[in-house]
């Protein structure tokens, strides 16, 4: 199975290839003329400029094959060469119900690739916030289209672990509570198995420890001691280390389970410390380091650069491995380990440059084995101000605080729609956080992730509007219909469309694999939002246009329940893809 232009496509291509012309150009496309035709397909254009003739002569000769052909109902021509195509009633529901009997709802199979998707990058001991935020939801929608699509995915959440800030932590600590057991250089363990700090603690540490480094170099230079010791080892700070971390990542996983955003691996930057030296020899072996004023460097500059890229810093010239660094050892280690085809970076685009640099000098250190890797850089999340988001008091925002403040706006709505006064407490908390995270993430993922986009909370709960509301509203009112039809005895049957609206409902569902195709190619979940929106659409005229219950035309009234219940399945397929959960009702 495939979308119909891409059935279509397969038709039309054979008839150019009949005609002595290369297959390709007889892609068909959705019309952009739906008044006069379902498809086009304009490849006797580009096909004349190559075989120099003129477009209306290949364009005749194409239609007079395709005359041939019983499931066209109006072949013309228009303009210079555009080929106009509709289908007949009786292809369009042979289609229709091939696709009710399909798992994968017409989605073709493809070769199946190992992907190694990064998406969090949330950092120990900080608070995650809404600069992490769009990351999780942009990469966690690309890990399930790539997954639905075929291929083997393993979502990373690659914490922030390592580097400066531990030793800001752990010197910060140490002052408070010199006598604490992790102090004492000459203690080498076994440790207390309780951690020293809470959660929240570790959370007031942060902000207190970086502000003293910033006022005072001394502080600076201790803390930059201590990160030190900690990457050589020191049992004390190790130990400590490994407190901070667990601690965190309990809130981590409660945070990101929250918002329904998965990981397979919990590793961080600390976890590929072991292979840092190793690799710096290897890549020094391979002639690709320099020395520079102290400091090891890769040089990652081309000649076709249209800006500078300045060199990779490798080492530093006290010594200390860099971000850039545990991102290339962090390469070596997914080689290690997973062997990816590719490597997918969904990280803020203000790093761009790092990757530039990190892809280029893994290249040319030939440390990403087969991976092919990627940064797919989002904008900013700003506020109804234009400037990046925070809380009223101008603070950055907690993830947690977030999902409440989203599920309250949510419950709001809720009521103001007169839903919900039947259910449990249980059940209007549950709904409620389904409705506000699918807002939440609807809003996200229907704007193209490079651009900045505005959270405006107003705007994105509507249930009326490209929204995630909307959307989920109209899949529970099909979910409630089919209910309703299954108590009165109706079940879906065969497919045939026989009004305007089923045509076009019918055209949508046969062109769903073109948006996530072009979702997974484009790495661009906004396809997928737009095609789900699209299909809300032409699902809300049909269903305004046609009676389904009360249809007295068995055939008609079990071929409509058809439409409703592939419908449904794509609305929740999409959404799934989008990382939204649909309730049963709302
Ligand atoms: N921890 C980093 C930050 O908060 C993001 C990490 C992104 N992933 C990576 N492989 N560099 O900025």
């Given at each position: 199975m495939s979308s119909l232009t891409a059935l279509l496509s397969d038709i039309v291509g054979a008839a150019f290839a009949a005609c002595d012309?290369?297959?390709?150009?007889?892609k068909v496309t959705v019309s952009n003329r739906p008044d006069l035709s379902q498809f086009q397909c304009n490849g006797a254009l580009a096909a004349a400029k190559a075989a120099k003739q003129p477009p209306r002569q290949i364009a005749d000769r194409i239609v007079e094959k395709l005359?041939?052909?019983?499931?066209?109902r109006d072949i013309s021509l228009a303009g210079p060469g555009f080929i106009n195509l509709s289908v007949t009633d009786a292809w369009l529901a042979e289609q229709m119900n091939r696709l009710s009997q399909d798992d994968r709802l017409g989605m073709p199979a493809k070769q199946k690739l190992m992907v190694v998707l990064d998406y969090g990058g949330p950092n120990i001991a900080k608070p995650m916030h809404v600069g992490h935020l769009r990351a999780a939801i942009i990469g966690d929608s690309i890990r399930r289209i790539f997954a639905f699509v075929g291929d083997e995915t393993v979502g990373d959440v690659?914490?922030?672990?390592?580097?400066?800030q531990m030793g800001m932590l752990i010197s910060e600590l140490e002052i408070r509570h010199?006598?604490?057991?992790?102090?004492?250089?000459?203690n080498t363990g076994p440790f207390p198995?309780?951690?020293?700090?809470t959660l929240r603690e570790l959370e007031e540490l942060y902000p207190t420890a970086s502000a003293a480094c910033k006022a005072d170099p001394a502080r600076l230079e201790r803390a930059r001691q201590a990160t030190a010791e900690l990457q050589d080892g020191r049992p004390g700070y190790r130990a400590l280390w490994q407190h901070f971390f667990d601690i965190s990542v309990d809130a981590m996983k409660r945070d990101y389970g929250n918002l329904g955003v998965h990981f397979d691996l919990w590793k961080?930057?600390?976890?590929v410390n072991d292979l840092i030296a190793p690799m710096v020899e290897e890549m020094k072996a391979k002639g690709v380091v320099e020395e520079s004023d102290g400091a090891l460097i890769v040089r990652v500059a081309e000649?076709?650069?249209?800006m500078e890229i300045p060199p990779l810093?490798?080492?530093?010239?006290?010594g200390a491995a860099m971000y850039s660094t545990t991102d290339l050892a962090t390469i070596v280690d997914r080689v290690n380990c997973q062997n990816p085809d590719r490597i997918i970076y969904v990280v803020d685009h203000r790093q761009h440059l790092h990757f530039v640099q990190v892809f280029r000098a893994a290249i040319k250190a030939g440390l990403n084995g087969k991976a092919s890797m990627v940064h797919l850089g989002y904008g900013t999340m700003n506020g109804t101000d234009g400037k990046p988001f925070k809380t009223r008091t101008g603070g950055v925002m907690k993830l947690d605080d977030l999902i409440t403040m989203v599920s309250d706006e949510a419950k709001k709505r809720l009521t103001e729609h007169g839903l919900?006064?039947?259910?449990t407490p249980e059940e209007r908390e549950d709904i409620a956080r389904k409705v506000g995270v699918a807002s939440l993430k609807f809003a996200d993922l229907s704007?193209?992730?490079i651009a900045n986009y505005v959270f405006d909370l107003d705007r994105f709960s509507?249930?009326?509007?490209?929204t995630g509301p909307y959307l989920l509203y109209a899949a529970v009112r099909i979910k409630s219909l089919l209910r309703k039809a299954e108590a009165q005895g109706d079940k879906p049957g065969a497919i045939i469309p026989t009004a305007a609206t089923e045509r076009d409902l019918a055209l949508m569902l046969g062109a769903m694999p073109d948006a996530i195709i072009g979702a997974y190619e484009d790495l661009a979940p906004n396809r997928i939002a737009d095609f789900a929106y699209t299909l809300g659409q032409t699902f809300s005229s049909f269903y305004a246009a046609c009676h389904i219950l009360?249809?007295?035309d068995e055939a008609i009234r079990r071929s409509r329940l058809a439409l409703c219940a592939l419908t449904l399945r794509q609305f929740e397929l999409c959404l799934s893809l989008l990382g939204i959960e649909t309730p049963d009702r709302m």
């Open positions: 012309l290369p297959a390709e150009y007889g005359q041939a052909q019983p499931m066209f690659h914490m922030g672990d390592w580097g400066l010199p006598e604490l057991p992790y102090f004492d250089p000459k198995a309780d951690s020293p700090v961080g930057e600390a976890c000649e076709s650069d249209k810093i490798l080492v530093k010239s006290d919900g006064s039947d259910y704007n193209n992730p509507r249930f009326e509007g490209k009360s249809e007295q």
